[in-house]
């Protein structure tokens, strides 16, 4: 195996145990507790009109 | 070899080392590296000098120098190697001299081989054309670079060592590449053509399957990538595999209340959640139907009964319909979830402010039907459960595991091209 697949498979387990760690705990750099889902807009009624 | 080519081999004695060295272009040739010590000799003089001596074994090169043959119609023969590098890329040149045709360079590199013929002129440059060698125009490709000779073997026609560096800018034309390498106040210009590892190894008489130290386009393309490829597959699986190992939902525990249209708003508390890691996600799913042009604002609130924290939550459950001149439509949802990340350790309430509202804006039509608000009491239900799958956390590893393979395939592809 070349040495740049030997980093790149370093960089998958990077990322891999990266994902792991954050699915195990439960975070996420976008989970925001639906506050962006109405309030971020700043208007009720059908996005629609 | 060709009887029209005349040999001109002399043999040196490295002062260094005492190894008899064969000096294939005698008469051009000025400085000559040891093929048994890899010591620097000056040869240009009747008396060979060292010019740095090295102790240090000859590296197995693929094309043996020596080796000679005829090569896009010209015989010649390999004097001299060298590895180079710039830019953190790395090629190896092999020099090849005819005593007619004089000298030209043989070059390897991640995408194949290559033949450097040097120009004797510099290309004529007009502003509108660009850089023209005969009737064939080159544009610039690339910034200036310094190469760096890393490693030296066999004789060149002027005095090389290992350090030694140029400018390298490189012009792009439409079948060819042009090499400009300028030293001090000298500049050497050639032309660079692709040249297919068949054609390389009948030149040095060596069965094509065997030059695998200068990947061809086929190993290029596909032996990196598919190795990128292939952990980049396996790496996503395992990440499929993590989300069904660690997503774990409890059983949602429905509760139902009621909320009037644009009445007060609801506080209760609906529902308890035990969180046993120290750090888990929370889902909070509600759900109401039976209503029009109407939104219901969730406040939820996650309170610890030990240590009274709270997070706070807020979702939205809303429909509206109506007709406008493209015909009916509608929009949002009778159903909705919110995830909440890393909520800690503990038994929490879940607590909920609820309130209805009928939409109506200036400006725009009302409902086709105005009996569509809902006129009496909404049923609103909610249920938190444990465990939440984040799919951006997915896709941005996903991103991480498969970008560099497929970018890598294009621009390999780009360079290819």
């Known amino acids: 195996?070349?040495?740049?697949?030997?980093?790149?498979?370093?960089?998958?387990?990077?990322?891999?145990?990266?994902?792991?760690?954050?699915?195990?705990?439960?975070?996420?750099?976008?989970?925001d507790a639906g506050r962006n889902d109405i309030h971020g807009y700043g208007y009720y009624g059908p996005m629609h009109k | 070899m060709s009887s029209d080519v005349v040999p001109a081999v002399?043999?040196?004695?490295?002062?260094?080392?005492?190894?008899?060295?064969?000096?294939?272009?005698?008469?051009?040739?000025?400085s000559l590296v040891c093929t048994y010590c890899g010591s620097t000799l000056d040869v240009a003089q009747p008396e060979v000098k060292l010019i740095s001596a090295m102790h240090e074994a000859a590296a197995e090169l693929e094309l043996p120098l020596g080796s000679h043959g005829v090569l896009r119609g010209i015989e010649c023969e390999i004097v001299g190697y060298m590895r180079r590098s710039a830019a953190g890329e790395t090629w190896e040149e092999y020099l090849l001299f005819n005593p007619y045709h004089g000298y030209c360079w043989l070059m390897a590199d991640d995408t194949g081989w290559t033949l450097g013929t040097m120009l004797t002129t510099d290309p004529h440059y007009e502003p509108d054309r660009g850089l023209l060698v005969g009737n064939d125009r080159f544009s610039a490709s690339s910034t200036a670079t310094t190469a760096v000779v890393d490693y030296v073997l066999g004789e060149f026609y002027w005095r090389v060592a290992v350090g030694e560096t140029v400018t390298m800018e490189?012009?792009?034309?439409?079948?060819?590449t042009l090499s400009c390498e300028r030293q001090a106040d000298e500049s050497n210009w050639a032309v660079i053509t692709p040249l297919k590892t068949e054609e390389v190894a009948t030149f040095a008489g060596?069965?094509?399957?065997?030059?695998?130290?200068?990947?061809?386009?086929?190993?290029?393309?596909f032996g990196h990538v598919t190795e990128f490829m292939v952990l980049g597959v396996v790496a996503s699986f395992l990440m499929l595999c993590v989300v069904f190992v660690f997503h774990n939902p409890s059983q949602p525990n429905w509760k139902n209340f009621t909320v009037t249209p644009d009445g007060a708003t609801q506080t209760l508390t609906v529902n308890q959640i035990t969180l046993?890691?120290?750090?888990?996600p929370v889902t909070i799913h509600s759900y109401s139907d039976g209503f029009e042009n109407m939104w219901i604002d969730l406040d939820y609130s996650l309170i610890n009964r030990q240590t009274q924290q709270r997070v706070d939550v807020s979702g939205t459950v809303e429909h509206y319909t109506g007709r406008d001149s493209d015909g009916a439509w509608s929009e949002g949802s009778y159903h909705n979830e919110v995830t909440v990340a890393a909520v800690p350790k503990g038994t929490y309430d879940v607590v909920v402010e609820a309130a209805a509202h009928r939409w109506s804006a200036k400006g725009v039509p009302p409902p086709s039907d105005p009996n569509s608000f809902a006129t009496s009491d909404l049923t609103v239900q909610v249920a938190a459960t444990t465990g939440a799958v984040f799919w951006s956390n997915f896709w941005l590893a996903l991103t991480c595991v498969l970008a560099p393979p497929l970018l890598f395939w294009y621009f390999s592809r780009s360079r290819k091209s």
Do not use: Q
């Open chain 2, 276 to 280: 046993t890691r120290n750090s888990e």
């Open chain 2, 10 to 30: 002399k043999a040196i004695t490295c002062p260094n080392c005492g190894g008899s060295v064969a000096m294939r272009a005698a008469g051009h040739t000025v």
């Open chain 1, 1 to 31: 195996m070349r040495t740049s697949s030997i980093i790149f498979g370093v960089w998958c387990a990077v990322v891999l145990g990266v994902f792991s760690a954050a699915t195990y705990t439960g975070n996420s750099p976008f989970a």
């Open chain 2, 206 to 221: 060596i069965e094509s399957s065997a030059m695998a130290a200068a990947p061809d386009e086929k190993t290029y393309m």
């Open chain 2, 170 to 176: 490189t012009y792009e034309g439409r079948d060819a």
